[in-house]
T-cell receptor, first 114, second 113 residues
């Protein structure tokens, strides 16, 4: 079985400040890891993904995440946020082989304060 | 046009009614999924289909059924709607190469009164 824990349900941050959204996972097999973003009244959009290779993954809109196998973490970071980053962010994990069921976290709401 | 289209976008229905949510995709993907999103619970998988003849229950399939009419179409039905099925429903697709990326529709907001 696999699971995802997003440690913060809401994160307020001032505009132009850095932000980190935390994600921990558990799985007995190798995994793929994802961050999705959901803007108000929209579906989920892929922000970035880790499949293999470099543990530092860069995504759209200046976001990046680092896969830490020993810590079983995949935290999302941005050095300077904008108002437009206000959204809900979901971490997800899937097995890297076989059935590849995907499990989503409960989401973290990022509120950027002007 | 969107790659994954859900209809309707919003629906209010009465308790006990049967309702169908439709999803169509132009990605050419074999795999399609229905998720439900509730505040504080994230996304939970209702049903998934790896091809037209392969349909599987997800975490929370009770009270729901699905039909995969074609590779591009995957419908979700609520047989007899109840208020706790009020939620935001998402359809998603992924390629047959595995869940390396999912593409989501814009969602259907369903309210059962």
């Amino acid at each position: 079985a696999q699971s995802v824990t997003q440690l913060d349900s809401q994160v307020p941050v001032f505009e132009e400040a850095p932000v980190e959204l935390r994600c921990n996972y558990s799985s007995s097999v190798s995994v793929y890891l994802f961050w999705y973003v959901q803007y108000p009244n929209q579906g989920l959009q892929l922000l970035l993904k880790y499949l293999s290779g470099s543990t530092l993954v860069k995504g759209i809109n200046g976001f990046e995440a680092e896969f830490n196998k020993s810590q079983t973490s995949f935290h999302l970071r941005k050095p300077s946020v904008h108002i437009s980053d206000t959204a809900e962010y979901f971490c997800a994990v899937s097995q890297s082989g076989g059935y590849q069921k995907v499990t989503f976290g409960i989401g973290t709401k990022l509120q950027v304060i002007p | 046009d969107a790659d994954v289209t859900q209809t309707p976008r919003n629906r209010i229905t009465k308790t006990g009614k049967r309702i169908m949510l439709e999803c169509s995709q132009t990605k050419g993907h074999d795999r399609m999924y229905w998720y439900r999103q509730d505040p504080g619970l994230g996304l939970r998988l209702i049903y998934y289909s790896f091809d037209v003849k392969d349909i599987n229950k997800g975490e929370i399939s009770d009270g729901y059924s699905v039909s995969r009419q074609a590779q591009a179409k995957f419908s979700l039905s609520l047989e007899s709607a109840i208020p706790n099925q009020t939620a935001l429903y998402f359809c998603a697709t992924s390629s047959g190469q595995g869940f390396t990326e999912a593409f989501f529709g814009q969602g259907t907001r369903l309210t059962v009164v």
